[in-house]
């Protein structure tokens, strides 16, 4: 028998028994591979939903926000040497903006990266489907530029705005954004301090309860200012009144200020010659015989050059009563 019979022999003779012996092989290694390493499900969390196609919102001079989550977890299944080491890493979700639906959502589609992985791993389900979309107008507002102190002078010292480069600033922002903000602040660091100074701040924006935030979406136009800030020395002195009228015949009367103390401002050589502020004008109870309450404007009496850290106003209540 020639080489070639015996090799054609090999591939014809008892084909039967063969084929049987080769579906029973295949049997026996499947069995073998789910045994050792079985098909599992596993649940993979926190994949980031990236949103795609933006220009489709905003080259219309739109600006969007995602007001649904923006992570899904999905449930995949696969043999467990592939599956039980995933983790979010290894997929990536998207949600188009091509695709935004009437309702304003947009599907989230989620793929393994690994395109060798991906044939051998089923993505079963997702938790999230759509995210969606909140679409605002962009505007332009302008708020003006407010400085806050941050920390306390020296003792004795009282510190002023002189001038800032710039009073009021415009802002870029969607209506959600802008609504969001209260105040466009300079936060200045006066710790300490005992002279004059001038330097350039960050601009920040507060919302209403006071609170730094960064609005999505908000774009300053000038984003730091340039402020000059003066330091007075400051006294505490009392309030005097200088003269009281006698009151109704038989009766007398007691005075009280409030505030009893008054805080001075400005130039060192003149807060040193003030020992009090003194109300000039006399407070006329002529022929009274009940009380008497009045406000007091406190800066007709106070020193040129000098002037008053906090109110500006005094109450005087006369009491009048029998002797």
């Not at 039967?16 to 390493?37: M, P, Y």
């Not at 959502?105 to 791993?121: E, G, I, M």
């Not at 000098?306 to 005094?314: F, N, P, R």
Request: with cysteine; net charge positive.
């Amino acid at each position: 028998m020639s080489k070639s019979s015996k090799i054609k022999d090999a591939f014809t003779k008892n084909i039967g028994l063969k084929i049987v012996a080769l579906i029973l092989g295949t049997i026996i290694w499947l069995a073998v591979v789910n045994t050792s390493d079985p098909s599992t499900t596993v649940t993979v969390h926190n994949i980031p939903i990236t949103i795609t196609n933006q220009n489709a919102i905003t080259k219309q001079g739109l600006v969007y926000d995602v007001t649904s989550k923006q992570k899904v977890d999905v449930t995949v299944s696969g043999n467990r040497s592939v599956v039980s080491g995933l983790t979010a890493d290894d997929f990536k979700a998207t949600a188009s903006l091509k695709e935004l639906s009437m309702v304003k959502a947009a599907p989230v589609t989620v793929k393994l990266k690994d395109r060798s992985n991906a044939r051998r791993v089923n993505i079963l389900s997702q938790d999230v489907n759509t995210v969606t979309i909140d679409i605002n107008k962009v505007t332009k507002e302008k708020y003006p530029v407010e400085v806050k102190f941050i920390g306390q002078p020296a003792e004795g010292y009282v510190a002023k705005i002189k001038s800032m480069s710039f009073n009021n600033v415009l802002v870029k922002a969607s209506e959600a954004a802008h609504k969001k903000i209260d105040k466009v602040v300079a936060k200045c660091d006066i710790d300490e301090a005992d002279e004059d100074f001038s330097k350039t701040y960050k601009l920040v924006f507060l919302d209403k309860d006071g609170k730094t935030i960064k609005p999505e979406h908000a774009k300053l136009y000038k984003k730091k200012v340039k402020v000059d800030i003066h330091l007075s020395q400051e006294k505490e002195v009392p309030i005097i009144i200088d003269t009281v009228r006698k009151p109704k015949s038989g009766y007398k009367s007691s005075i009280k200020v409030t505030p009893k103390n008054v805080k001075l401002v400005g130039d060192t050589d003149k807060l040193k010659k003030v020992d009090k502020l003194v109300i000039e004008d006399p407070i006329n109870i002529k022929g009274r015989s009940s009380d008497i309450e009045l406000e007091v404007n406190l800066d007709k009496y106070v020193e040129d050059g000098l002037y008053i850290e906090g109110s500006h106003t005094a109450k005087v209540k006369v009491t009048i009563e029998k002797k």
